[in-house]
């Protein structure tokens, strides 16, 4: 006899607390699923199983049996799984193919030096080169043509110019608005204001590009007359709009969970309501609005539909006032004519993959932040 | 009110009844607040502006002909031109996204705040995935999309099903509601948690002492009181979802469809990504302005109107939480 425990007592209830539990881990699944499918796509670029050298070392096809595998394969640009499904014969006619478009390269490029390198190697992705008709080693990001240089700096700098001008507007603006609408504003201001923030990020993003697109644009340029219209400035102020939003919930719930009895212990050694706010509220909650400030970085380097429709050329430039085009926004334009599998895809994957691990280390270190500050607020329990 | 007196020798500074600290003018004070408070104001002024100018020129083009019109296949032409096929392929994806992402959404929500043991390895782990997941960008899940769902599992289910041309291998709706299912999994999962947690722990107890098990109090007793909650992360996923265009780009929508999209492994057009189309290809934009104003309007007056019941049911479930303390 005696009594029944886990599964033998409750059957059901065993088998449901199993299930809910295994329902609760898609979340941890989905993460995972994330990192391998989007690295899988972009592994070949890190280990150099991409070559876009237009000119070739021909392997005639006779010749074929005195290759390895390995060989074969890298030169039919061939995944290991493709390679393996291959019999023979279809592998005659693809080294047949291949030779046949190693002949038709341009007579142009024959003597050109740079149809000889493989674009995709690291140096060229991120190291200055001088190419053909240049005189001073620049940094390229031009997909098409050719010759296609791969180089990401560019858009490295777009991304960073866009997401700065966005920060720089959008976190003085977002955290003057917490710190009023937590600390100074009457409650009935307070009950209104907020949830009119909190609506700016029901907009979507598409629209604020187009609002930035056919409206911001113009007025901008009216006020600060810069020559190009559209530029990384107008997509900045675009995109801090966005993540206006954003910071500000965070650094208001984090100045509000700032506990009552410093603000009262202020107030009654006879401090002001702002010296209150600014010498004891805010600092107390400095690591949540610094939290706030990483994870509207996060969401700003994400944000791909703006920057898209604001500004999209890629010129290697630091200026404000000219052009940038943002990793997600290279992304967005061109996988729609990389050809799925190809160096360029392969490459648009491999940004996909950075971007992913930025903002996951910029969600960490917020997430992180807040823990530690919500725990040093509670007395460290 | 009270005021002290000072004693006859003293003599009484000028207004030294009145002058209580906090309402003497301080310059400082009054820097600090009016900067904040217009902090404050531009923000929304910033929200209303937006509102305004695309109601104001929207209204214009906006009409029952409009929402209710299969285009051709030039829809730059205003006066042939509707948005009909865009809201349908739209409404579609995001109804198929959210039977997708709400039952895994509440049950996730559920574990964490019924079963989960507080401090748990594990529990953490879910946390943390789940706000992970809610800022991985956009374009990222796209990339995701088409890299697992339609090169991975679509062309694999081709394989499968002996399909000779591809069928799921290609972008079609159900990979992009399936990708959207997966971005919007925190807003559920996040609102749903709130609802649960504003419950008071009288009821399951309760519920517990009158005999019923623990899967008896969370489906009758837990579950219906949480349904406003539910409802919030349901309707704000969708709103999200609606006007997401980023992980959709290379996983379903199509730039012109001349039918419905009618199947699963349909492409469709997109009313989001038919507002970036319009902005970004038209031939002519000061011709189109009003068209686009008014496509623009439509896809705005979708998402507000969801979210603007999403936040007054939140309204009253924070309410309900903040009476508990």
């Not at chain 1, 003597?111 to 190291?127: C, K, S």
């Not at chain 2, 207004?15 to 904040?36: I, M, N, P, Q, V």
């Not at chain 2, 088409?146 to 099903?161: T, Y």
């Amino acid at each position: 006899m005696g009594i029944h425990r886990g599964y033998q007592a409750r059957p059901v209830e065993w088998v449901a607390e199993k299930f809910i539990f295994a329902v609760s881990l898609s979340a941890i699944l989905m993460v995972l699923l994330i990192f391998l499918f989007v690295a899988r796509e972009a592994l070949p670029v890190f280990f150099g199983g991409t070559n876009t050298a237009l000119i070739q070392p021909v392997i005639p096809t006779a010749e074929m049996d005195k290759h390895s595998p390995a060989e074969l394969r890298r030169y039919l640009e061939l995944t290991p799984g493709e390679f393996q499904k291959m019999d023979k014969e279809t592998l005659k006619a693809l080294m047949d193919v291949k030779i046949e478009a190693l002949n038709e390269v341009p007579e142009q490029f024959r003597t050109d030096a740079d149809a000889h390198i493989n674009t995709t190697d690291w140096r060229y992705l991120v190291l200055p080169h001088q190419w053909t008709g240049y005189d001073k080693p620049e940094y390229i990001w031009q997909p098409v043509g050719q010759i296609k240089k791969f180089n990401i700096i560019p858009l490295f700098v777009g991304t960073l110019k866009v997401t700065m001008i966005g920060l720089l507007f959008a976190v003085p603006l977002a955290v003057g608005a917490a710190i009023y609408v937590s600390q100074l504003a009457r409650p009935r201001v307070r009950e209104l204001a907020k949830p009119v923030i909190e609506m700016l990020s029901g907009i979507p993003s598409v629209v604020t590009g187009f609002f930035a697109l056919i409206v911001m644009a113009s007025v901008l340029q009216g006020i600060f007359h810069y020559d190009t219209r559209l530029n990384a400035f107008v997509a900045g102020i675009a995109l801090g709009i966005a993540v206006i939003p954003v910071i500000f919930s965070i650094a208001e719930d984090a100045l509000t969970s700032v506990p009552r009895t410093y603000t009262q212990a202020a107030l009654a050694l006879g401090a002001s309501r702002w010296q209150t706010a600014w010498q004891i509220v805010l600092p107390a909650a400095l690591p949540g609005v610094f939290a706030a400030t990483v994870l509207g970085f996060g969401r700003a380097i994400g944000e791909t539909m703006i920057v898209l429709m604001v500004c999209s050329a890629s010129v290697m430039s630091w200026s404000i006032f000219d052009s940038a085009r943002s990793i997600t926004t290279t992304i967005a334009a061109e996988m729609a004519e990389a050809v799925n599998g190809g160096p360029h895809y392969r490459i648009l994957f491999m940004l996909g993959a950075l971007l992913f691990a930025a903002t996951f280390v910029s969600n960490m270190v917020g997430e992180v932040v807040i823990y530690r500050f919500k725990q040093k607020l509670e007395g460290k329990k | 009110m009270n005021t002290i007196t000072p004693p006859e020798y003293l003599p009484e500074p000028a207004h030294a009844t009145r002058r209580f600290r906090s309402e003497k003018f301080d310059f400082w004070s009054f820097c600090f607040s009016g900067l904040t408070g217009l902090a404050t104001l531009f923000i929304v002024g910033i929200l209303a502006v937006i509102l305004l100018n695309i109601l104001y020129n929207g209204w214009g083009g906006f009409s029952w002909h409009f929402v209710s019109t299969i285009p051709k296949k030039d829809f730059f032409d205003i006066k042939t031109t509707g948005v009909l096929p865009m809201i349908v392929g739209t409404a579609f994806r995001v109804i198929v996204m959210t039977i997708f992402v709400i039952p895994v959404g509440v049950i996730t929500a559920i574990y964490l705040t019924e079963y989960a043991p507080n401090s748990s390895i594990i529990t953490r782990i879910i946390r943390a995935a789940v706000n992970n997941l809610a800022g991985v960008p956009s374009i990222v899940f796209g990339l995701f999309g088409l890299g697992f769902f339609i090169n991975f599992v679509g062309k694999n289910l081709d394989k499968l099903l002996l399909n000779t041309d591809a069928v799921w291998g290609q972008p079609a709706l159900i990979w992009a509601s399936l990708t959207l299912a997966v971005m919007t999994l925190p807003v559920v999962i996040v609102a749903t948690e709130e609802s649960l947690k504003a419950i008071p722990p009288g009821l399951r107890e309760a519920s517990l002492a009158l005999g019923a098990t623990k899967l008896e109090t969370i489906l009758r007793i837990v579950l219906p009181q949480a349904l406003p909650g539910i409802m919030t992360g349901g309707i704000l996923a969708v709103s999200r979802a609606a006007g997401e265009v980023a992980p959709i780009l290379f996983t379903g929508v199509a730039y012109y469809m001349a039918s419905l999209p009618s199947h699963l492994s349909d492409q469709f057009m997109d009313l989001g990504y038919h507002v970036f189309v319009l902005s970004t290809q038209s031939p002519n934009i000061e011709q189109t302005r009003s068209l686009l104003y008014a496509t623009v309007m439509t896809l705005l007056l979708l998402t507000f109107a969801l979210n603007l019941v999403a936040i007054l049911i939140r309204a009253r479930v924070r309410k309900k939480l903040r009476a508990l303390g």
